[in-house]
């Protein structure tokens, strides 16, 4: 607020008192008419002297408010002439600190120029010395190739090969000498004498086969009428199977992954044939009274198990589990007699260690029962089994054994051994499976085909029904070492791509033979 402002004020005030006078000057006109010329006089004088009155209290007025804004402004000056003191100040020690880094930045510029001139040099020198060093590179190697004959990526790529395959060779070297160590031969021995005495006591014979999934309808007596469509469809609806006609009415086909309702299929095609049955609600009464006799007949079957290895009987849906595997077969071999010749095997293994023979009994004989479920269910039947088993109360030590039997848990208790190898020994002792012969070939051919498409392999024969393939290989191309690595991944190929019931044994001979003629 300057001089200018205080100048416009005044101003305003004045403006204000005469304004004031002029009216009061016209509230005390009158008519001069109405009024002798004393009393206008004397009113005039009045009115002169009440305007005068006006204007000085209007002057003093503006005056007063004149020196209060003068005031006001002065203070607000004084306020903003600080304030640019201090800015004026703070410029002062920022243009000081500027001065200070623009000489400082000015030396640093000098250092650097003074570096930049050797850096240079070095560089210059550096980069002749790689361009010789490239040429030296270039001649060596081009002089390696010609001594060597192949290029030098041929030659990295194979030390890169033979780097892997050395490496791969040492680490299965010790991991069969680990495996050697960790159980030695005397452990070995004993073992296969343990297991030579369990198969070597036991007496058991085969069950014939139980099911049949075609039944010919070619050799009807007089009179026998064959099934209509409807009873087949009636048969289907009690038992959850398929059944369909087959060369027109020549047979009926069987078809269904439930071993228990095939069976109850196939006695009521039976009857029906025997008694000349018809008609859909005559063959549902004969379907439903079937299933009544076969549910008993595999509870039977369960207790008979228990029985047999004198064990004591689980929850009845574990038994009856047990009792439905007559109706179910792998290789031709019945699952209820496999695993009471295993409840044997295991118990008699476990009774020379010295385990419980009950508890090892127990584990084998419901290794399987998932296979009784495997068609309602998903997943492997060791993992429905022991998932079955703990449900029914089981002690750990049994649901772990039919857990573990395949590997699909760990194996958490010595009778889990005892289990998957007394499973071994049942399915894979002579006669126990059969096969038909095309598909015997067909594994003995697929065998021999997974051994001979690894390097280095000459040829590749399966012996022993199929127990043991032998690998012979160029003992120029594999060392001792790459044998024992080839022998392994050949084992692992075969139990990625095949499917087999016991143990194949893959043996790989390497030999040097010198061979003369005398004459």
Known sequence: MGEPFLWITVLVALVAGVLVGAWAGRRLRRPVADLDAGEGRRLRGEAELERQALLRESDIQAREQVLAIRAEAEAALRAREAELAEGETALAAQAVRIDEEVR???EARDRLKQREAPVAEREQDARALTVEVRSIDATRQGELERVASRSAGEAQRMLVEAEVEEARAAAAQILRQTAESALGGAQIRAAKRIMGIAIGRFSGHDLTERLQFVISLSDLRPGQVPPAEADLRAIEAVTGVQLSFLDGQAAIRIEGLDGVGREIARRCVNRMLKRSISGPAAVTRLARGIVVDVERETLDLGRRGFSLLAIDRAHPDIVKLVGRLTFRTSYAQNQWKHS????FLCGMMAAEVGLNVKIARRAALLHDIGKALTHELDGSHASIGADYARRFNESEAVANAIGAHHTDESFNSPYAYLVAAADAMSGGRPGARRQ???????????LERISRAFSGVDEAF?????REVRVYVDENRVNDRGAALLSTQIA??????????GQIKVTVIREFRADEIAS
């Open 462 to 466: 399966a012996v022993q029904g199929g």
């Open 492 to 501: 692992e190929n075969i139990s990625r791509e095949m499917t087999f019931p």
């Open 340 to 343: 009471v010749e295993a409840g």
């Open 436 to 446: 038909a012969e095309d598909t015997h070939m067909a594994k003995l051919e697929e």
């Open 104 to 106: 400082l930045v000015a």
